[in-house]
């Protein structure tokens, strides 16, 4: 499992804008051009990257499954065709004065082990979750 919490000097409103309007959203995570925060609405979308020279496809699958404008953000996370895991991530929000605190917790991404690969380990999610956070921070602070 993986949980961090981060200080976002922003107002709560526009890290929940940020986490849920898909024009936002590529700025700083992923594009995912029908993208809602209504629950039970489902995204499928491939990342794709290159790296030490060769091009990865990961495809990602995403089901709403709880949404709390402001204040929670809950959905599951899969990779079709790479791992037969299922985890879920949920994005905290609560505001103070005018900054927010965002918890991100990712449970079940141990269960991605299964695609054999180094960018589906525990320590490469860690990674990852980290510099997405890091991304977003920076993308609400300094727009």
């Not at 709880?66 to 996370?77: A, R, V």
């Not at 895991?85 to 449970?107: A, F, K, M, N, Q």
Request: aromatic share 14%.
């Amino acid at each position: 499992m993986y949980k961090k919490e981060i200080s976002i000097n922003t107002r709560v409103e526009n890290v929940w804008s940020a986490l849920t309007q898909a024009e936002e959203m590529r700025n700083w995570y992923f594009d995912i051009p029908d993208f809602e925060a209504i629950e039970e609405k489902v995204f499928d979308f491939v990342v794709s990257f290159e790296d030490e020279g060769e091009m990865h496809h990961f495809r990602h699958l995403f089901k709403i499954l709880e949404t709390i404008p402001c204040e929670k953000l809950k959905h599951t996370w899969e990779h079709p065709g790479h791992s037969k895991g299922t985890s879920v991530l949920t994005w905290r929000l609560t505001p103070e004065e005018d900054s927010t605190i965002l918890i991100l917790t990712h449970e079940g991404n141990e269960s991605f082990i299964d695609e054999g690969s180094k960018y589906f380990t525990v320590e490469s999610y860690t990674a990852g979750w980290n510099h997405i956070l890091q991304r977003l921070k920076e993308y609400l602070e300094n727009f």
